[in-house]
């Protein structure tokens, strides 16, 4: 097992800039999971940190070793890839022992290496068969098998179950989590698949255009995104986004005047606002509601979708270009046309400055 720390690093293509100012704290025996939009630099990343990918500048070290030189055979890191890259000629065993035997190790030692992946993967029935012969989540076992036989010191994974169906996704989430709580080896997992990365990761790193935007915890990146893209990504169905501009301010809550005449109240640190800032307003599907008051957001039906124990109703806003989404529970039946009057808790909202950037929430102590 072993730490990574990444400094300064960038990469560059000619005068093209791809990865800006990467510094990333990795701890020995964490699960990471890099997560971002197409384009965003995440696999770049990945391929820096494997040593498929040359630096370009910064510096990036696997426990106290500097790697910026160092060939990617001689990194203790074990890669595996989308596409699975088997051998089709070759049995299972074959396929996972072919490392060992590059390496030069005895028949007892890879015998042993196979048996313990096998085993560990519960395909070790299936050594004698070939590729062709295995579904795509044996396939993906025999991939991650052949890993586990070098016994790296950090697991790569690049998006490893793009290709498999939505319930076998599923199921290889979980017994990705299992792994890693079995071998206990510092993980690193590329997937632009939120839910993925919202399950798996002790800590997700969010990237967009080349950037580390966030790092942090599941519970941190949803309930505390950094920035408005951050809000945007994590989270499905996305966060519902509301222009407007800051009316005023009552103790602990921000007002703020929606574009569409509804007046919402935020419990956020007001810091350097002021009256009159034009700012974006941020409510969950989950915690807005259909409510009574002067304070509203007013919305028109636009369609109802059914998810067995709850529904996703989707509404028209001025305020809100991309429209609004909310949960409500699976009985409650709204048809398109009908108007509501939709509101949230205040300490349930998020408040983006003009640049985008998050300000803090504040937890209001309630009157008894």
């Not at 730490?3 to 990865?19: A, C, D, F, G």
């Amino acid at each position: 097992m072993a730490s990574l720390t990444i400094r300064n690093l960038q990469k560059r293509y000619e005068e093209v800039e791809v990865m800006r100012d990467i510094n990333l704290d990795i701890a020995d025996g964490e699960f990471v999971v890099f997560v971002g939009p197409s384009g965003c630099g995440k696999s770049t990343l990945l391929r820096m940190i494997a040593g498929l990918e040359d630096i370009s500048a910064g510096e990036l070290r696997i426990g106290d070793q500097r790697m910026n030189e160092v060939p990617a055979s001689k990194r203790g890191i074990a890669m595996v890839f989308q596409s699975y890259a088997l051998y089709p000629h070759m049995t299972l065993y074959d396929n996972m022992a072919f490392g060992l035997k590059l390496a030069g190790k005895s028949k007892a030692e890879i015998d042993a290496a196979v048996m313990r992946a096998a085993k560990i993967l519960h395909i070790d029935h299936l050594l004698d068969r070939k590729p062709k012969q295995l579904s795509g989540g044996q396939r993906q076992r025999v991939a991650i098998g052949r890993a586990i036989t070098r016994e790296p010191h950090v697991f790569l994974f690049d998006e490893p179950l793009s290709n498999l169906d939505a319930a076998l996704r599923v199921k290889m989430r979980l017994e990705f989590a299992k792994l890693h709580d079995d071998l206990k080896t510092t993980m690193i997992y590329v997937t632009h698949d939120q839910v993925e990365a919202m399950t798996l990761a002790d800590k997700i790193v969010v990237l967009s255009a080349g950037r580390i935007e966030q790092v942090g915890s599941p519970h941190t990146l949803y309930h505390h995104p950094a920035n408005r893209f951050v809000a945007g990504f994590i989270g499905s169905p996305k966060m519902n986004f509301l222009a407007g501009t800051v009316q005023g301010f009552d103790g602990d809550f921000v007002q703020v005047q929606l574009d569409n005449g509804g007046i919402q109240s935020v419990a956020v640190e007001r810091g350097a606002l002021k009256a009159g800032e034009r700012v974006t307003l941020g409510i969950r599907p989950e915690h807005l509601h259909v409510v009574h008051g002067s304070q509203i957001i007013p919305a028109t039906v636009t369609a109802q979708e059914s998810l067995g124990d709850h529904a996703y109703v989707y509404a028209d806003c001025p305020a809100a270009p991309d429209g609004l989404i909310l949960r409500v529970p699976e009985e409650e039946q709204y048809r398109p046309g009908t108007a509501l009057q939709l509101g949230a808790d205040p300490q349930r909202c998020h408040l983006f400055d003009a640049s985008g950037q998050a300000l803090a929430r504040v937890k209001v102590l309630q009157a008894a």
